[in-house]
């Protein structure tokens, strides 16, 4: 267990120090903090239009991240033969892709977590309907800290402790925004005290759950592609898996008691609308608790099976 731990922490920190990690992050962010701008000009519904752009694009930016993180947990280690010096050490090949999976889950997680809480404070600004509209000075000043702060800091390590510029970043912005959403959390627009919460969209952590739950399970499948397939073929592979597991329902659970094909597929393919529950806001509905348990349970029983069939292709696969 030791093992596995230490190769789990060894690759998240490999993973947030990849420059693509902080510059998907980083765009998901401006998405995020220009959406209210952008559905101004929208006559209904323009809060629902922030929420599922913004829940959108979590989904996509995490995908992303999987996707390119796992190419370089396993696959660049293969073509490098720096695998061939971890598994010449008393370290058995389940082992290293559990331990791999794992890191790769906490990259998920840290991602997952700074997209939904700065999600809540961009849906607490609010879309700017009319020319009575008042900014939400707290949270803008406090995302504006966050930046200019993370960015120093960052710099500051990186010049005088060596320490990598990227990993720096994305911790530092991490603790900021931790920092920064439980303080405003406590204040309201006009800075004066609230309630903790108020006025805040606190549901879209339920989301955010939904969403990595699914990115766990796709992680898994990226951690299987990139046994075989390079960074960019690895992308296109959970892509074509991501949009057949959003549509499964459609083209294949409707067919699946009378086609035996169709069965197979709906069977295998993960069904990942199962965790995309935008449409729960529009009415004002909470995701039930009951609901993030039963979508647990269905990612527990995916996940080591998913692991178990990736096993057997790294078993297969030429390392020396």
């Given amino acids: 267990m030791r093992k596995i731990f230490t190769l789990a922490i060894v690759s998240f920190k490999e993973i947030i120090r990849q420059p693509i990690y902080i510059i998907v992050l980083l765009i998901a962010m401006a998405m995020l903090y220009a959406s209210p701008w952008f559905s101004m000009f929208t006559l209904l519904n323009s809060s629902k239009l922030v929420r599922d752009m913004g829940l959108a694009t979590i989904l996509l930016s995490v995908l992303f991240i999987s996707a390119f993180s796992a190419s370089g947990l396993i696959f660049k280690e293969i073509e ?73 800091w960052a710099a500051v390590m990186n010049y005088f402790f060596d320490k990598p510029f990227t990993s720096s970043l994305v911790i530092a912005f991490f603790y900021f925004l931790l920092l920064v959403f439980f303080t405003v959390s406590f204040i309201n627009p006009d800075f004066q005290p609230q309630n903790f919460g108020a006025g805040m969209e606190l549901g879209l952590f339920k989301a955010g759950i939904l969403i990595f739950l699914s990115m766990s399970i796709l992680g898994s499948i990226a951690i299987i592609g990139s046994i075989r397939f390079n960074m960019i073929s690895n992308l296109v592979f959970c892509i074509a898996i991501f949009f057949t597991g959003m549509t499964a329902d459609y083209f294949f659970g409707r067919f699946a008691d009378s086609n035996i094909v169709c069965k197979i597929i709906y069977s295998i393919i993960p069904n990942l609308q199962f965790f995309w529950t935008a449409d729960a806001f529009l009415t004002n509905n909470t995701i039930p608790s009951s609901y993030i348990v039963l979508t647990s349970l269905y990612t527990v029983i995916y996940i080591p099976t998913a692991l178990v069939f990736g096993w057997f292709l790294f078993t297969e696969r030429e390392i020396s």
């Fill in 80 to 152: 490098n033969k720096t695998a061939v010096t971890v598994l010449s050490k008393p370290v058995f090949r389940f082992q290293f892709l559990i331990g791999k999976y794992i890191g790769l889950l906490f990259g998920i997680s840290l991602a997952v977590i700074q997209l939904t809480l700065f999600l809540i404070l961009i849906m607490r600004i609010g879309v700017p309907e009319t020319a009575q509209f008042t900014l939400d000075k707290p949270v803008v000043y406090s995302l504006e800290f966050i930046f200019v702060f993370s960015l120093l």
